[in-house]
Nanobody, 119 residues
Framework: VQLQASGGGLVQAGGSLRLSCAAS????????MNWYRQAPGKQRELVAT???????NYVDSVKGRFTISRDNARNTMYLDMNSLAPEDTAVYYC??????????????WGQGTLVTVSS
């Protein structure tokens, strides 16, 4: 199973970006999917979570600005980021709890995509 994150880039403060995370491989279904981020010199933090049924949770700093969603048929998750601020600059990682077609349920990470917000 692989997770491929994409969509990062350089944007001015107040702008928007959409991140995507596509899962591929021997997948039966995906339980929780998450977006994390790690800013330079800081610990990785959980930004947003979405369950298989579409229930969502966000860290307080992004509430009202970021929206997490998923397409279960495509095993893909998205993060729509609006009103971006310089403090949102970080490498964003996707994470998923995958119920595999063969073998035990496992937690997987994508490779990270860099989001840079200029002031």
């Amino acid at each position: 199973v692989q997770l491929q994150a994409s969509g990062g880039g350089l944007v001015q403060a107040g702008g928007s970006l959409r991140l995507s995370c596509a899962a591929s491989g021997s997948i039966f279904s995906i339980s929780f999917m998450n977006w994390y981020r790690q800013a330079p010199g800081k610990q990785r933090e959980l930004v947003a979570t979405i369950s298989s049924g579409g229930n969502t949770n966000y860290v307080d700093s992004v509430k009202g600005r970021f929206t997490i969603s998923r397409d279960n048929a495509r095993n893909t998750m998205y993060l729509d980021m609006n009103s971006l601020a310089p403090e949102d600059t970080a490498v964003y990682y996707c994470n998923a709890l995958v119920i595999r077609a063969w073998g035990p349920t496992q937690n997987y990470w994508g490779q990270g995509t860099l989001v840079t917000v200029s002031s």
